[in-house]
């Protein structure tokens, strides 16, 4: 069953946060799925619009930003996608 996604824009990230988020987005799905927004949205089990909203706003519900990052196969982290809500990680 594929859930439509609404679009929301509620987040906390400035405009130079949303574009590297939007950046690294569009990079990580370039290398891993050939930029195939189809092939994200089947593997998140959204609608191919929902993928599509995120591309162009630049931001992904905060609830999918795991998944996403998995289905991209780490080669994009949850704090580039969503500085707002998580933190790069400190080194130890």
């Not at 679009?7 to 405009?15: A, I, L, R």
């Not at 998995?70 to 130890?92: M, N, S």
Request: charged share 25%.
């Amino acid at each position: 069953m594929i859930r439509n996604e609404r679009h929301s824009n509620s987040h906390n990230m400035t405009n130079p946060q949303v574009s590297a988020a939007k950046q690294v987005f569009e990079s990580a799905l370039a290398e891993v799925l050939d930029g195939n927004l189809s092939e994200l949205a089947r593997r998140l089990n959204v609608s191919p619009q929902a993928v599509q909203a995120w591309t162009v706003s630049g931001v992904i519900p905060a609830r999918r930003v795991v998944r996403v990052c998995e289905a991209l196969e780490d080669r994009v982290a949850d704090y580039q996608l969503r500085p707002d809500i998580f933190r790069v990680p400190l080194e130890g």
